[in-house]
Nanobody, 120 residues
Framework: QVQLVESGGGLVQAGGSLRLSCAAS????????MGWFRQAPGKEREFVAS????????SYADAVKGRFAISFDYAKNTVYLQMNSLKAEDTGVYYC?????????????WGQGTQVTVSS
């Protein structure tokens, strides 16, 4: 059973930084991609960033390029999202997700989410 547990959310002023963590367990993730998504109040959940365990290749939403960085610690089975130069519009619940790379684009496993609030 795959489990994803996020942590690191909180309240921060605009221009500040936060680092989110996602601890993954339940299987070997070598053939998985990990993603971060977010959902603001009244809006649909949107893609933020992703990384593949096997290659380390990353992808970012245009809104966060140059400000956010996704990485992982293979030994700890943990994925990170470093968020810098935060803006009020980055506020939302951030979710960690996982998908089997050969299983298609849909993310099948989700964490419970962590709240990020950026005050302006």
């Amino acid at each position: 059973q795959v489990q994803l547990v996020e942590s690191g959310g909180g309240l921060v002023q605009a221009g500040g930084s936060l680092r989110l963590s996602c601890a993954a367990s339940g299987r070997t993730f070598a053939n998985y991609a990990m993603g971060w998504f977010r959902q603001a109040p009244g809006k649909e959940r949107e893609f933020v960033a992703s990384i593949r365990w096997s290659s380390g290749s990353t992808s970012y939403a245009d809104a966060v390029k140059g400000r956010f960085a996704i990485s992982f610690d293979y030994a700890k089975n943990t994925v990170y999202l470093q968020m810098n130069s935060l803006k009020a519009e980055d506020t939302g619940v951030y979710y960690c997700a996982a998908r089997f790379v050969l299983g298609g684009p849909k993310y099948n496993y989700w964490g419970q989410g962590t709240q990020v609030t950026v005050s302006s």
